[in-house]
């Protein structure tokens, strides 16, 4: 063991650099002769050339992190998080909610009732199993695959179809976003943008304004979610970069599900996933297992002690895969084959693996399991059937909110134009009399 009160006074300054403090696996090569070391570095100077790659050699990949196999039995060794019945029967009630959500919307949309959806199949251990771990009031900025974390933190059904048809019920986003891109300011959750990776820098800023929020520093992290494809935009890159030299409680989570859209994760980089990129930004990391929910649970609940106590970043690359197509934008059965699909559904479904631990423990049960299967399939059913029945947003509301503050004048002048439009052909035209019934007030404030 490194003891540097041991060493001879030369040897003395090759201490643990102040960054890496707290990191178990940092542990310098002492060089048997001292040379120093440069004035902007605290790496040991030696007289040999050595090339390393160490995420690469063989057997040195950084391992994942597991708890329960495919059985639902604890692997040898592992800890089973603490929580009581009620607590994991909760996150397997909404494992299971997701993909009976995910194929009312699905069909929904290939009926032409909403305009895009997209699934999150195959990552509902991923997506529960962190959202379980999270504070309610951490901030999350999420990619779009993460609507679990909405629903767990009690958005409902009735929230997240509002807003993939753009109804007036939808507060928050009124409408003007795409379908699946929610945001809930009272569940702390940021709107989200679809361009990739944007949402990564904004949570370093956030988690940084958390930790200069006395009412919040120490309590609360930023969470952003992303995936193997977003990992490669140079958001991911300043993101890491901004809130490992500005430290601040933020805590990236890495959905790596095997494939950004038709480019798969091992042609999104040569290295060892994403995981090893954290330990070049010196951020706290762990690889984990994405399709097991109790190995999620337990590695974000402990990142996120690390963010708050340390007030630093943590990386966590969850590794699963995405069972659906990328969204009803794609086919994805064009460059993966539909073979491979259901190999991996069969082989490793993070529903089955948490169910099985669940029974083995009395639990859980059959009947209770296609109780819960039919009562989500009815709530869901009437709620997509009640937001049919809602009408779109005011027509004014489509210029409001869209920035903070004053409305812009590129916004006014757009407004204005179709206020002229409504005007000239709101009354008399049957296609517009027809489309603005389907708005709020009916375009009256803009006719009269
Ligand atoms: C800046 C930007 N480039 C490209 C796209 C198009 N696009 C949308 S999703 C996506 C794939 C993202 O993959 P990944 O981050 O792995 O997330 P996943 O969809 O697999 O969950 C791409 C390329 C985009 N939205 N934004």
Redesign the pocket.
């Known amino acids: 063991m490194f003891r540097p009160t041991r060493l001879p006074p030369t040897l003395r300054r090759f201490t643990v650099p102040r960054a890496c403090r707290g990191v178990a696996s940092v542990t310098p090569v002492l060089p048997e002769h001292s040379h120093g070391n440069l004035p902007s570095s605290q790496s040991p100077i030696t007289p040999k050339m050595h090339f390393f790659n160490s995420v690469m050699e063989a057997g040195k990949q950084i391992p994942t992190y597991r708890v329960i196999d495919g059985a639902g039995q604890p692997l040898e060794g592992a800890e089973v998080p603490e929580m009581d019945r009620d607590f994991a029967r909760n996150i397997y009630e909404h494992m299971a909610q997701l993909p009976i959500l995910d194929d009312v919307l699905y069909n929904l949309q290939r009926q032409g009732r909403i305009s895009f959806y997209?699934t999150a199949y195959g990552?509902e251990a991923t997506v529960i199993g962190s959202a379980a771990a999270l504070a309610p009031d951490d901030e999350v900025l999420a990619?779009?695959?993460e609507s679990g974390v909405l629903l767990y933190r009690g958005f409902g059904v009735d929230g997240l179809i509002n807003q993939c048809y753009g109804t007036s019920l939808d507060t928050c986003t009124k409408g003007k976003q795409m379908p699946a891109h929610y945001g809930s300011k009272e569940l702390h959750f940021h709107t989200i943008s679809?361009?990739?990776?944007?949402q990564i820098p904004q949570a370093a800023g956030v988690g940084f304004a958390l930790k200069r929020d006395p009412s919040r520093r120490g309590k609360n992290c930023a969470v952003t979610y992303?995936?193997?494809?977003?990992?490669?935009?140079g958001?991911f890159h300043a993101g890491m970069l901004l809130a490992s030299t500005i430290p601040s409680p933020t805590l990236f989570i890495a959905?790596?599900?095997?494939?950004?859209?038709s480019?798969p994760?091992s042609e999104?980089y040569y290295g060892d996933g994403i995981a090893a990129r954290g330990a070049g930004y010196g951020v706290h990391t762990i690889r984990v297992d994405g399709n097991d929910v109790l190995a999620v649970y337990s590695a974000v609940k402990e990142a996120r002690r690390r963010c708050i106590e340390e007030g630093r970043a943590v990386l966590v690359e969850s590794v699963t895969y995405?069972v659906g197509h990328?969204?009803t934008s794609d086919d994805s059965f064009a460059y993966r084959p539909r073979k491979e699909v259901e190999e991996r559904k069969r082989l490793d479904n993070p529903l089955v693996r948490f169910r099985l631990f669940l029974e083995a423990r009395g639990w859980w049960s059959k009947d209770e399991d296609e109780a819960l299967k039919a009562r989500v399939k009815a709530e869901v059913h009437a709620a997509y059937k009640r937001a049919e029945e809602q009408q779109r947003p005011e027509l004014k509301e489509m210029f409001t909110d869209v920035y903070g503050g004053e409305q812009p004048w590129n916004l006014r002048a757009q407004e204005a134009e179709l206020r002229g439009l409504v005007r000239k052909y709101g009354r008399s035209w049957e296609p517009w009399k027809a489309e603005l019934k389907k708005f709020k007030g009916e375009g009256k404030e803009w006719l009269d």
Request: net charge negative.
């Open positions: 997209i990552e990619q779009y695959r679809s361009p990739l990776a944007t992303f995936g193997d494809g977003a990992a490669s935009e958001d959905r790596n599900n095997g494939f950004a859209i480019t994760s999104q995405r990328h969204s």
